[in-house]
T-cell receptor
């Protein structure tokens, strides 16, 4: 039972490059979300989805795009990477609307040089 | 805008001490308050609280929610070096997303 799988685990990008962080879940959870974690800042919500075909912005959405074509996958796209996007990114899923525990992927450490 | 505030942001104690971590929240249509422990990787779930005044316990950890005053506490008794971690508090509400605080970094020295 894989749970929430994020790829890659590590990535180095040059400023201006684009890339996609992958998140896949096999728990049939409706709700998926992306967070970034910076030192001393906790987890800040980037984008989230309440089901296939539905996405919404979180606290820090600028510079990121998402789509949700299936229940299982929720990719996060960096359109033109900037050093300010150097961070650890976590994908998380929830079974029901915000009243159950969130399940996290193992994180992607992204460095933009 | 939904907000979760944790205090203190950092805490250093000696093994055997008891610590109390605080979490206050302002979450629209509040449903639940969650506590997570984060060591080197992803956060791991500790507690979910939905009702006021009912203590949840797991070993040396316990937590309680006060929905009138909009806060929760996480207690750790007889701390051990393995308790060293970042403790995260999150509020869930009607907007169907979890809002996290900045976390409390706990360091337990031998």
């Amino acid at each position: 039972n894989a749970g929430v799988t994020q790829t890659p685990k590590f990535q180095v990008l040059k400023t201006g490059q684009s890339m996609t962080l992958q998140c896949a879940q096999d728990m049939n959870h409706e709700y998926m979300s992306w967070y970034r974690q910076d030192p001393g800042m906790g987890l800040r919500l980037i984008h989230y989805s309440v089901g296939a075909g539905i996405t919404d912005q979180g606290e820090v959405p600028n510079g990121y795009n998402v789509s949700r074509s299936t229940t299982e996958d929720f990719p996060l796209r960096l359109l033109s990477a900037a050093p300010s996007q150097t961070s650890v990114y976590f994908c998380a899923t929830l079974m029901a609307p915000a009243n159950t525990e969130a399940f996290f992927g193992q994180g992607t450490r992204l460095t933009v040089v | 805008e939904d907000k979760v505030v944790q205090s203190p942001l950092s805490l250093v104690v000696h093994e055997g001490d008891t610590v109390t971590l605080n979490c206050s929240y302002e979450v629209t249509n509040f449903r639940s308050l969650l506590w997570y422990k984060q060591e080197k990787k992803a956060p791991t779930f500790l507690f979910m609280l939905t009702s006021s005044g009912i203590e949840k316990k797991s070993g040396r950890l316990s937590s309680i929610l006060d929905k009138k005053e909009l806060f929760s506490i996480l207690n750790i008794t007889a701390t051990q070096t393995g308790d060293s971690a970042i403790y995260l508090c999150a509020g869930g509400g009607g907007s169907e997303k979890l809002v996290f605080g900045k976390g409390t970094k706990l360091t337990v020295n031998p």
